[in-house]
Structure formats: structure tokens, C-alpha cells
């Protein structure tokens, strides 16, 4: 079975990217289950109920987040009524939403689609290596993981730990795509970063006028979502649907066809 992961969405760029490129990737790889990042869709903060259910109709089955997942008061507000629309499973409880999915795939075979976030140089949440522990204490089947973290360290660190316990760990966050794709021992396919989607002349997808201000004069810049250079990033993951252990792991990164 395969599993199309999709990296980063950022803007409206990245929503073009999807729409577009998504009826591509379908044709040429057949996933059974279709996953994105979607945590910087609107103008690259957040998302709304109104996108979220535009990637669904496209085809998309459950959206990650991370720590912009709070930065749009409707996404916000719709996380504890789309339960395909995930944040962070390891912010404090009482926060709204879910971090864990279930999907059923062909054949009756139940996908757990579980969302972390790292802590180094981010806000001190729970630890995602424990509440991981937790989540997968009682589960049985394939599980994924979109562990949204800006230490390459930190996600590989959660692959191993968690290697022969899941069958797929990619790394989202940095928006630039590693190139580390791997099975590692225990049938556990680790990507560090699935990279961005969206416009690539940029500063990881904003314009470099509006964030240059921030390094030249240390002062806040209001961000622009850049438009030049489209690109749809992630992986495509195959696993074996009754050991639930990764087979294969291929990062993608294709231009956006109508593109110049």
C-alpha cells in the first residue's frame, strides 16, 4: 500500500501546487491515502474551515499543523469540529483539536495518522517522545507520523525511537526538503524534512523584501507569501498493510506544470 505525503503548503502558491499537481501524482503513483501539511495554507498562517475542506474535496484524506496551527482563529475554532484536521498532539489538553486520525484504507486495513511537535527552538510543549508512547500504547496497524520539529537531530532521534513501531516518520517545519530518505532497521522509513509546497524564490516561502528588514535591522517585517517558482515537495511511502512495515521511502520535488 502507498501513502502520498504532501510537505509544507504555503499560501496560495502552494494551494495552486495541490489543485494542480495532486491529479499528477495520483496517476502516476496510485496512494491509497493522501496526506499534507497545511499548517501555513492561509498566507502562510494557519488555515480556515474554507481550505480545509478545499483540500478535502481535492482529495486530500487528513491535514497536519504544528505551532502555526493556533495563528488563524477560524482553523483554530474548526479543529474540534473536522476531525480529519489535526494539530499537534502534544500541546496541553485542553487546547482545541486532536493530533490523532484513523484512516480506513482498501481492504479494511486502519491507518493511524499521529501529529508531533519537537521542542528544541520550540515553545516548551509536552514531550513528544512520551506522548507518543502514549498514543501508541494500545494501537495495532500501519501509523504515520508528521513530526513537525526544527532539529534535524530531534526528528531522526524520534525515528529511532520509535522505529519498528511505526511505519513512517516525516520531518515537516523547515520547508526545505532533506535528503536523507531511509528505512532504517526496524522497517521504519524516516524523511527528516518533506520540504515545502509552494514558491521556492523565496525565504523558505516568503519574499526576501519582506524578511530581509528582520536580519538587517532587527526589527519586525510583515511576511509576503512569494509567488515565483512553484513547487509540490513530499514523499511517497509503500509498506507491507499486514506487517505495517515501511518497503520503500522517495522524497518528490516537481514544478508546478503551468508554471514559468
Same mark, same amino acid.
Given at each position: 500500500?502507498?501513502?502520498?505525503? !504532501? ?17 499528477? $501524482? ?21 488555515? =480556515? ?21 493556533? /495563528? #488563524? ?21 485542553? #487546547? ?13 486495513? @486502519?491507518? =493511524?495518522?499521529?501529529?508531533? @511537535? ?6 516548551? !510543549? ?50 526545505? @526538503? ?18 515545502? =509546497? ?30 515565483? /517558482?512553484?513547487? !509540490? @515537495?513530499?514523499? $511517497?511511502?509503500?509498506? /507491507? ?20
Amino acid at each position: 500500500m502507498k501513502i502520498l505525503f !504532501i510537505a509544507d503548503i504555503m499560501g496560495s502558491p502552494g494551494r495552486k501546487a495541490v489543485k494542480t499537481m495532486l491529479p499528477v $501524482l495520483r496517476e502516476a503513483h496510485a496512494p491509497d491515502v493522501v496526506l499534507a501539511n497545511s499548517e501555513n495554507s492561509a498566507g502562510g498562517n494557519g488555515t =480556515t474551515a474554507k481550505i480545509a475542506g478545499e483540500f478535502f474535496a481535492m482529495g486530500v484524506d487528513v491535514l497536519t499543523g504544528g505551532n502555526h496551527s493556533w /495563528d #488563524n482563529k477560524d482553523g483554530m475554532a474548526h479543529l474540534d469540529k473536522e476531525s480529519r484536521l489535526l494539530r499537534p498532539h502534544n500541546y496541553p489538553e485542553e #487546547n482545541p483539536g486532536s493530533g490523532v486520525a484513523r484512516v480506513e484504507l482498501p481492504g479494511g486495513v @486502519q491507518l =493511524t495518522v499521529l501529529n508531533l @511537535q519537537g521542542r528544541i527552538f520550540m515553545p516548551p !510543549i509536552h514531550c513528544p517522545f512520551r506522548c507518543a508512547d502514549e498514543v501508541l500504547e494500545n494501537l495495532d496497524g500501519p501509523v504515520f507520523v508528521d513530526f513537525h520539529a526544527e532539529a534535524t537531530s530531534e526528528k531522526a532521534a524520534m525515528a529511532h525511537y520509535l522505529d519498528g513501531r511505526i511505519t513512517a516518520l516525516v520531518g515537516t517545519h523547515t520547508h526545505v @526538503q532533506t535528503a536523507d530518505a531511509r528505512i532504517l532497521s526496524g522497517g521504519t522509513a524516516l524523511l527528516t524534512d518533506g520540504g515545502m =509546497t509552494g514558491p521556492h524564490d523565496s525565504v523558505i516561502g516568503m519574499t526576501a523584501e519582506s524578511t530581509l528588514p528582520r536580519f538587517l535591522r532587527s526589527i519586525p517585517s510583515r511576511f509576503e507569501v512569494a509567488k515565483r /517558482d512553484i513547487r !509540490i @515537495q513530499g514523499a $511517497l511511502i509503500e509498506f /507491507d498493510e499486514i506487517s505495517g512495515k515501511a518497503r520503500s521511502i522517495e522524497a518528490f520535488s516537481l514544478p508546478l506544470k503551468e508554471d514559468a
